[in-house]
């Protein structure tokens, strides 16, 4: 069975930086597929953030976080990461990775396998 566990959340100021981490387990390979992350903060809706498609290429769904976070695969790890920098308050929300059995990022309905979450604070 697919499992997905994120990591690398926590506190951090304004401006700092942190690096989060989705790995893959159960005996499934990600190589083969689009890797979404998304975020939810309370009182809001599920945000696509970015995601990156089984051929490396990078899709930015988020205006507010072009520039800042970037999003990379390391297939032989099993893991996508999200690298997110000059961090806002307003990027406080709990962060998801998810699975889609393309190889393509195309909508939000064709994610179905996620993660647990990790949580992103950012504030002074």
């Known amino acids: 069975q697919l499992q997905l566990v994120e990591s690398g959340g926590g506190l951090v100021q304004p401006g700092g930086s942190l690096r989060l981490s989705c790995a893959a387990s159960?005996?499934?390979?990600?190589?083969?597929?689009?890797i979404g992350w998304f975020r939810q903060a309370p009182g809001k809706e599920r945000e696509w953030v970015i995601c990156?498609?089984?051929?490396?290429?990078?899709?930015n769904y988020a205006d507010s976080v072009k520039g800042r976070f970037t999003i990379s695969r390391d297939n032989a790890k099993n893991t996508v990461y999200l690298q997110m920098n000059s961090l806002k308050p307003e990027d406080t929300a709990v962060y998801y990775c998810a699975t889609t059995s393309l190889g393509v990022c195309y909508q939000s309905g064709d994610f179905s396998s996620w993660g647990q979450g990790t949580q992103v604070t950012v504030s002074s």
């Open positions: 159960g005996g499934f390979t990600l190589d083969d597929h689009a």
């Open positions: 990156i498609s089984s051929s490396g290429e990078s899709l």
